[in-house]
């Protein structure tokens, strides 16, 4: 068979030579509409590698996006690796000092940067985080005036350069992009993916037992590509020319829901409260957009609830589990052939609330607490969940993080169990779990119960101290508009959805909002250190 | 990223662990129906590796398969070379001559053969073409009383080893697998799959680029496995956790659709005069399986007639192309996003008439009859089509047909054209172009303009010779039951179908059937010289 190396360029070459009609649709912060097609983005891709080339930046440099997403950043995913460099996706919800520290660590020589994010740069720069950066590259026409190292812009100093490039030789081991990821506890650590782990992700998570799409689908990812890649869609979707739709800016869900109509969206991926939002607006308007065949959530596990309504859509909602370190998709939860004989009750319990099946070539284990055996796939038991696989890191940047990997394998902090029919569930985060009584509380299991009831909107679980306890969980809800919940109301759902009495939160706190992190997923050291300082300064 | 190797672990490892409830379901060729599980496919493939070990096999031995689709023959595929060996699929249509060159160009040390085929190797042996092999091995619980070497039952060996084998190392370059495919002259050439062609082929047909499967899928190869893996549906079917449907023995186009509605398959993949005949028998019945979403088309040029045929089914028929030396999958023509806007008459001729769209890590070029410059994507340039791509041959077993490769190319022998919206279609093989008055007429637009005809079941087109035109297609009928056809309304047709007066053919040929090859595409070669002969000896 041809020696021919797993890189970047497989990725990019078909969108140029047999989508080159197909369009790449974004919807800018302001309201507006931009379209363009991979023949544009695939030709200014290529200015962009000449730009780099024209800037000196070194062979190997690594050059940071901080931005929403959108056409330009699409460009930078292909231009920045196909030339040879790194793709440094910085995540612009982090603070101005972490940003600096993850600039710094990862030596970016470059910043391509969205302008309304200008403010936040200066931040980092006044802090001394650009130290690295050489040039900073503004997306657009103009140049503001603003005191940052070497600014330019981006669409003056792409009008310079030819749209032609050749197709490098690049090692299908070589890096192609990194993200950082933020720990509970310290720095965020870097990830690095090779060109070979993103070619490898892009055709996985294009397989029916991934997203399941092809040059038939449009997609949209309601997921910043600053975080893990968008999941890789924009990649695979570039890879398959299949229609892209991007939602730049911060979130509006009556939009979402006309682009999804308007642009006849066929799939699209999100984080579960973005699938609360827009399964309301589904049921406001009493409308579903036609051609949407399936929906993929992940980032947290999704309420029962609201699997239940998608499914009433006809829309199934799939959830995904993974990390910025597993590729980031490791599972899906498609039911199987046979299922189709269950009854809805069965098929939602038994394949549509497991965090999925192991995607192929990924291998997960659920390890006993000696950390040498494996558990037994019973449905019962609970244990740290490992993975391994050919996009999962095998250690993060500089060597951090080293006690996270345990013969080859990757211990990924969750805690799941296994079940016979071959689905895994995610019980909790390692660190989230309530330790009551020497017996383990899934903060997840009753956050999931709580969002079944109507009253309530959203719940986050977190153990609080307790000195007879050791630990005790606390449940922080927010109540849906017009609506009340007692504490009475909830021990009796959560007796109902099988939690036993001693497991049961002794109090619950009323939120007007669930604190989320950077990535989205609700903030749980904040709630604990909130709530555990209130405590003993009572 | 981890450094995992790419090799047939992967596909294996997930069947077993998570989806050994799943069935793989044999139509025997005696009428009655077998049912098993990837569990027990598993654990027996096991039980193969430990056979093959114990038979003191070399552990690079290639080991062959005569046999029809079954689980056994699903057990070889992973059985052989999961154990390091090598698995070499006979083709069971071949002459013994032919077989036993084969056999001896592979040097086959054992042979797995289903029982009714036993007399064809027993020619083989008396040619003396098993001077290699040292085992054969029926595939069922008996020893049948015949003189061959090594003989042995394929259950007995079973029955006696454990079903624990550990998971070996296994080099991504290591040989996988070897087909050899027929050339126009001259013996058959092989083709040596490597573990990671065959996880990334995998891969990539499982997309919605290629075939669009998963494990919610039940799909029905109607392909031999001997031939060219079945177009790799087993591996990537097992790799999915997909349900699989196996057809041994010759088709019954009956009980191939009962298998469709009682299986509840949802993806097929066949030969056009496969699609033909189930065409039929839909219509017929008035019945179309209801959970099937598409069937894929390979092998030769389906007509349109029937493409739109299936397409009134409400089941798209997706045409796609592909050789041995290809995977064999390279392309399948899903229309793209935007196409929904279009009416079914320019869908059907932009896009399902095309050979399709090449798959994700597939480059396709047509070059120009000086070899050196590629042809323009212009709906008109016509010439040789090369390929490129991680799981195309670099060379034939043994150094044969050397003349093939290009400039890193493999040069298919199809002739093509490539239309501006990215798709290709075949306009012939280039032995099959026919070169009337220094002009090229491609005899597959002509043989689907006369399918096309309501009277025409079949048709094939082939040069004959002739002194003033240099060649003249001539065309070979097989009219409908009941029907008849006149040479002036195939002239009329094909007038209205484009074709110049210099292009008609100036005779045609009322046949009972088409004569096939051993992969049964139409076997132009006996066709060209029965009526060259017996236009000679006229």
Redesign the interface.
């Known amino acids: 068979?041809?020696?021919?190396p797993?890189n970047g360029w497989?990725?990019f070459?078909?969108a140029e030579?047999?989508?080159?009609?197909?369009?790449v649709v974004t919807a800018n912060a302001d309201g507006t509409v931009h379209r363009c097609t991979y023949g544009d983005v695939t030709r200014r891709s290529r200015q962009l590698m000449r730009v780099l080339d024209a800037l000196g930046l070194a062979n190997d440099a690594t050059v940071a996006t901080l931005a929403w997403n959108s056409y330009r950043h699409l460009e930078a995913y292909f231009g920045v690796p196909l030339s040879g460099r790194v793709l440094h996706t910085l995540n612009l919800r982090l603070s101005s000092d972490e940003l600096g520290y993850i600039i710094s660590h990862a030596g970016d020589a470059a910043i391509l940067v969205d302008s309304d994010l200008l403010p936040l740069l200066q931040e980092v720069h006044a802090l001394g985080g650009l130290e690295t950066v050489k040039h900073v590259i503004v997306f657009g026409d103009e140049l503001p005036d603003v005191e940052l190292p070497g600014l330019a812009s981006y669409e003056q100093l792409l009008a310079e350069q030819p749209a032609t490039y050749p197709r490098t030789e690049i090692d299908e081991q070589a890096p192609f992009g990194i993200c950082y990821t933020s720990g509970t506890t310290g720095r965020s650590k870097g990830v690095?993916?090779?060109h070979?782990?993103t070619?490898?992700h892009?055709?996985?998570i294009?397989?029916?037992?991934?997203f399941?799409?092809?040059?038939?689908?449009?997609v949209l990812p309601v997921v910043p590509m600053f975080h893990a890649n968008a999941w890789g869609v924009p990649h695979a979707a570039t890879?398959?020319?299949?229609?892209q739709v991007l939602f730049a800016g911060s979130l509006d869900v009556g939009r979402l829901v006309d682009l999804m109509i308007d642009e006849?969206v066929?799939v699209s991926t999100g984080v579960p409260t973005i699938w609360l939002e827009v399964a309301d607006e589904f049921a406001r308007r009493g409308v579903v957009p036609p051609?949407l065949r399936h929906v993929v959530s992940g980032g947290a596990q999704p309420p029962r609830s609201l699997i239940e309504k998608f499914r009433s859509f006809g829309v199934p909602l799939l959830q995904a589990w993974g990390m910025t370190e597993t590729g980031p998709l490791a599972s899906v939860a498609?039911?199987?052939?046979?299922m189709?004989s269950y009854d809805e009750d069965r098929l939602v319990s038994e394949a549509a609330c497991q965090a999925g099946?192991?995607l192929?070539?990924v291998?997960v284990t659920v390890r006993a607490d000696d950390g040498q055996s494996d558990l037994a796939w019973d449905g019962q038991a609970m244990g740290p969940l490992l993975v391994?696989?050919?996009?999962?890191?095998?250690s993060y940047l500089h060597g951090d993080g080293g006690d996270r990997f345990d013969d080859?394998w990757?211990a990924t902090g969750d805690v799941a169990v296994g079940s016979p029919?071959?689905?895994f569930r995610i019980a909790d985060r390692t660190k989230d779990l309530i330790k009551s009584g020497g017996e383990w509380i899934s903060s997840v299991d009753m956050e999931a119960a709580l969002m079944g009831m109507s009253e309530v909107l959203e719940a986050a679980v977190v153990a609080i101290p307790d000195a007879k306890w050791q630990e005790r969980p606390l449940a922080c809800v927010v109540v849906r508009e017009g609506a009340s919940v007692t504490l009475d109301q909830i021990h009796e759902r959560l007796s109902a959805a099988g939690f036993a009495r001693w497991q049961l939160p002794q109090e619950f706190e009323r939120l007007e909002v669930i604190p989320r992190t950077s990535v989205g997923k609700f903030d749980k050291k904040l709630l604990r250190a909130q709530f555990t300082s209130e405590g003993s300064a009572q």
Chains 1, 2 share one sequence.
């Open positions: 068979m041809m020696d021919v797993l497989l990725l070459d078909h030579t047999h989508f080159s009609d197909v369009e690095q993916y090779t070979r782990s070619v490898l892009a055709l996985t294009s397989t029916g037992a991934g399941s799409i092809g040059p038939s689908d449009c890879m398959l020319g299949a229609k006849d066929t051609s498609w039911p199987k052939h046979h189709r099946l192991p192929p070539c291998d391994r696989g050919p996009w999962v890191i095998d080859g990757f029919n071959g689905y």
